[in-house]
């Protein structure tokens, strides 16, 4: 997606751009490598995004040994504007996979939905509005939303969950599980710390 314009905040050179600094901006002190996995950018765009977002005081790195660690400059006048923008636009695989990390019996998650379709660089017509999640699984209800709900404060819209049983992306019917196979989703890895949503 290099070069291309993001449907999510068309104001960013690129979609890459946005991924890269909103995950940056999400809070956490990450090395190149890291940025790299979690959002399937290759290492290189990651670094040149790096050096451009330094030049322009939004983020700070150090070394420890030989890894450069990344993280946002909390003297940036921009800060926290820039940060909860960037959050609420392409911070959403982000936030809700950290909120979502500690909510035993969820065995999947994904973004679906208008926010995924223009991720996807497929915008449905219409603007984003609030967010899509599906759980497959059998967690706790109260757990569960109670993770969303501070998901939420942090993106600044609502996110609308739908709980459906393991097996129902390969064996549910019904219009609503056909419409969701068939369109853009984001997945949310819970438990994977090298690697970190990418959309289908």
């Known amino acids: 997606m290099e070069g291309q314009v993001p449907s999510l905040l068309p ?17 956490n002190e ?7 996995g979690r959002t399937g950018v290759p290492y290189a765009s990651v670094h040149r995004e790096v050096e451009r977002a330094e030049r322009a005081g939004l983020v700070v790195s150090r070394r420890v ?19 909860n923008v960037l959050v609420r636009a392409f911070g959403p695989p982000h936030v809700l996979a950290a909120a979502l990390a500690a909510v035993d019996g969820i065995d999947r998650a994904v973004l679906h939905g208008s ?17 899509d999640l599906l ?4 967690p706790t209800r109260t757990e569960l939303f109670a993770a969303v709900s501070a998901a939420e404060s942090r993106l600044g819209r609502p996110v609308q969950v ?8 390969d064996e549910g019917t019904g219009s ?7 369109s853009p989703v984001v ?14």
């Not at 739908?162 to 992306?169: F, G, S, T």
């Open 65 to 83: 040994g030989r890894t450069r660690l990344v993280s946002a400059n909390p003297d940036s006048p921009y800060l926290p504007d820039l940060a």
């Open 162 to 169: 739908v709980v459906r049983e393991p097996a129902w992306w």
């Open 30 to 36: 990450l090395s190149l490598t890291e940025i790299a």
């Open 135 to 138: 759980v497959l699984g059998s």
């Open 115 to 131: 926010w995924a379709a223009h991720a996807a660089g497929e915008p449905s017509g219409r603007p984003v509005g609030d967010i």
């Open 176 to 182: 609503f599980h056909d419409n969701v196979i068939a």
């Open 11 to 27: 104001v960013l050179r690129s979609q890459q751009q946005g991924e890269i600094l909103a995950l940056i901006f999400a809070g």
């Open 187 to 200: 997945e949310l890895s819970l438990r994977e710390t090298d690697r970190d949503p990418t959309t289908r």
